[in-house]
């Protein structure tokens, strides 16, 4: 056996299939793995043989837990999931997303592209070694010639709904939390330390609610242009679920949902409408007619990376002609598709054929690290136990409702089945792979052991 790689995931719906196409590449060349939810991997680490540890961040607010991690022998890999976000907010990046302290912690840090790579060694050159531009992983997934990773979930979903209009929302401002989250989470991880950045958090905040309430609209006057459409809108991972379905209990033809990731909703589509956000890419990359809304220009957000490879939309009339051109089938799907590509580059590195997943497995194998045997299974016995005592003793200690629902709605629990699939999808595809045994064993709730 090689060495340990330990995969954290914080978001199912946003990380688990990138994060099994990372353990694939690992098993392939040799590696164990584990992977799991983050507060289950946490509470392991310090049973664990010296291993290396792939987060999904290294944000300011995490360095004691990073030092943890680093004080149990570990060593730590990362990227940045909203990464994408210095190319515009590169204020909010440099204050809240990475640090100095945290990058002396790691062995290596991921970037999206060249512009976020810049972006850091700008700031902290001394640390200019350990940068790796990568592009991320999740867009490897997002690739037409991995529709079949989601082939399950597609059939499912086109067995419900057959044909639909996606709407994706991206306002994380009316969080599961409560409309104040974010800014006090600002004020105790101190993004907020002057009244600068304070006025620089609320223009945001105030910019985005009114893009949410004519975001609101547009679907309202689409959904009633098109009564014969169904319209199916996939808030963020981070939003109100029960929210979006009060606004919309009215009307016959719009659904929520919130199950499975966000690709295969994009795949099962006819077309999708997103505003500034990520899923744009996704759409761009899956070749399903993308619309970006843009009803104001007054802030730069409007300025996000899926907004340059979409089309883009002023007020719900532009929509409703757009939409009708797709339903008519005079749409034009390739107009441009090379010029856009190269445009993001420089933003989106593994946009092209590159492979994000091979280069930061390539970086991973530099990693020096103790060859270890088989994980005894005591060590997960242990770990286990102490998991039912910590769940015990918190549901006998109050604990926040909507804490833990918003917990839940991030990571509603993996199974050993759903792992398996993952991982016999990528068998199939690799001839290699095909050619080793692996296993996947639970080890306790949402956390699992490849080898």
Known sequence: MKKILTIIIES???????????????????????????????KLLKYLP???????????????????????????????????????????YLKHRISGENLELIEYFFTWGVNE?????SHYPQYKHKIKISGNPRIDTWKSDNEGLYKHETNHIKKKYKDYILINSNFGIFHAIGNDFLKNQAFDTNIIETKDEEEKFDADIEFNKKVFLSFVEMIKF?????????????????????RWKEKFKEYNNVFIEYKFSVTPWIIASKCMIHSSCTTGIEGFLINRPTISYLPYKDNNFVNFVSNKLSDISQNPKQVLEKINSILNQDYNLSEDRKEKIKKVKNILQNIDNTSATNIILNNIDKIELPVQKKLNDLIFKFAHLENILRKNIKNIISFKKNQKSFEQQKMPGLSIDEVNSKMKYFEDKNEQLQKLTFKVKKISENLFHIY
Not at 237 to 242: R, V
């Open 222 to 242: 689409l959904a009633t242009s098109v009564p014969d459409q169904t319209i199916l809108i996939r808030p963020h991972p981070s939003e109100s679920i029960e």
């Open 117 to 121: 790579s810049k972006l850091i060694d």
């Open 12 to 42: 199912k719906s946003r990380e688990f299939d990138s994060r099994m196409m990372i353990a694939h590449e690992a098993i392939k060349r040799g590696y164990q793995v584990i992977i799991g939810s983050q507060g289950q991997i946490f």
């Open 50 to 92: 010296k291993c290396i540890v792939f987060d999904k961040c290294i944000s300011t607010f995490k360095h004691e837990i990073l030092k943890k991690i680093r004080r149990f022998g570990h060593k730590i890999v990362s990227l940045d999931e909203e990464g994408i976000c210095s190319d515009n907010r590169k204020w909010l």
